[in-house]
């Protein structure tokens, strides 16, 4: 298997901790970045994992792992494992990894899982709406879909995501979190193929010619796989279209990265907003 052969890879780096008596990874931690890699897998496919196997009514439980060993990882290397499904039963999938450094492959896994009932874990006909979502995520397809719209027409799911966020996660007092221009702002909304909502964010005015977008929030399990991304693309190509210049939004400064990655670029001093460490951002459009 090459590097190639998988759409998804999952990058890991080696810790002091995993290296054994030999000087290079003990063979059962690979156990352990395989499934590390899984659930980046379940994250590509925008598929919040105990909340979605709660929906379908069962749950995804190994039944066979085979690794065969041709090389070994060493301290501080940096690996990439990569995860594909690549064949259906009835109740179980099959599931191929590799684990690279650079171009090198060194082990290759076939896994097994089953779907059962959590509750008798007796296996169960694996839901045609997961099987539709793999096969599409592995043909290149779009599993993310985003839509612009009012607060009145997307405010009840954006609300749930920048509670979930913002008050719970963040602690930002919930007086502080709400604003009379949302009634105003364009809402963008990321919804999985499940309907779940995972990512919001707001489009509004600045000042003539110049945009702002605020109140980007991606639920916690779907951060670092690329929603965050889309919603903001998704508001860019809309201030465009409206003739906006400029787009300037207050960055958290835990997300600077993200943005600068966008094509933004601070502007000014940090200052404190809500109690957390914010910096103006802009980007020319």
């Known amino acids: 298997m090459k590097r190639t052969d ?13 290296i054994d008596a030999q000087g290079i990874v003990f063979n059962g931690h690979y156990l352990t970045y395989l499934d590390t ?29 085979t690794l065969d060993y041709r090389g070994s990882a060493r301290y501080d290397d940096r690996l990439d494992i990569g995860i594909r499904c690549r064949e259906f039963g009835n109740s179980s999938m099959k599931v191929d990894g590799a684990v690279f450094h650079g171009e090198h492959m060194l082990v290759q896994a076939e896994m097994v899982y089953v779907f059962a009932d959590p509750a008798t874990q007796s296996p169960q006909p694996v839901p045609d709406a997961l099987r539709g979502l793999i096969h599409d995520f592995e043909a290149g397809q779009p599993v993310v879909d985003i839509t612009l719209g009012s607060w009145a027409e997307h405010g009840q799911a954006a609300t749930a995501i920048r ?54 929030a991606v639920r916690r399990s779907m951060r670092g796989g690329q929603i965050g991304r889309l919603v903001l693309d998704a508001l860019m190509t ?14 958290q400064l835990s997300a600077e990265n993200f943005y600068l990655r966008a094509g933004f670029q601070r502007r000014g001093e940090p200052f404190e907003e809500a109690g957390i460490g914010h910096v103006e951002m802009v980007r020319a459009i």
């Open 6 to 18: 998988f759409r998804h890879l999952e990058p890991l780096r080696v810790r002091w901790a995993e």
């Open 37 to 65: 890699a899984v659930s980046g897998y379940w994250r590509a496919l925008a598929m919040p994992y105990a909340e979605t196997m709660k929906s379908l009514g069962g749950d995804l439980y190994v039944r066979r792992a």
């Open 163 to 216: 509670r979930e966020v913002f008050v719970e996660e963040q602690h930002i007092p919930a007086d502080m979190e709400w604003d009379s221009a949302d009634a105003s702002c364009l809402h963008a909304l990321a919804r999985n193929r499940f309907g779940l909502p995972l990512a919001t964010g707001r489009l509004l005015e600045h000042v003539p010619g110049v945009a702002k977008i605020g109140r980007m």
């Open 238 to 251: 809309q201030a465009k279209q409206q003739g906006y210049r400029e787009v300037l939004l207050h960055a």
